[in-house]
């Protein structure tokens, strides 16, 4: 069993999928011969996922890690990532009008 975790860990996604029971075999067998690389592939699946959110929290301004006591739960990281988000999306949009605003003053083109 250690041999065959050895052997799939040094695989990489699409051979993993590769893992099907084939036809003819019994469901019992099958289901056996699946179960190892359905864990792994689960496994990478979490890991990143995690790892992701580890890159968003470390990306979070400080001031919004601090309105929360403690350890930042992993919805409490993606809330506080979608807050400033929009934030920094309004300002972004803010700013756009007012360049468009001194670009119209520049050329004297009338504003909308």
Do not use: W
């Not at 990489?12 to 893992?19: I, Q, R, T, V």
């Not at 289901?31 to 699946?45: A, D, G, M, N, V």
């Not at 988000?85 to 009008?97: I, R, W, Y």
């Amino acid at each position: 069993m250690l041999d065959l975790c050895v052997f799939f860990s040094r695989l990489d996604y699409p051979a993993l999928y590769m893992c099907k029971p084939k036809r003819g075999v019994k469901r019992d067998e099958s289901k056996e011969t699946y179960k190892l690389p359905h864990r792994l592939i689960e496994k990478k699946r979490r890991d990143r996922i995690n790892e992701c959110i580890a890159q968003l929290k470390d990306l979070l301004p400080e001031h919004l890690k601090l309105t929360t006591l403690g350890h930042l739960e992993k919805a409490v990281v993606l809330e506080l990532t979608l807050k400033h988000l929009k934030a920094l999306t309004a300002l972004t949009e803010q700013q756009h009008q007012k360049i468009i605003a001194l670009q119209n003053a520049l050329y004297g083109e009338p504003e909308h």
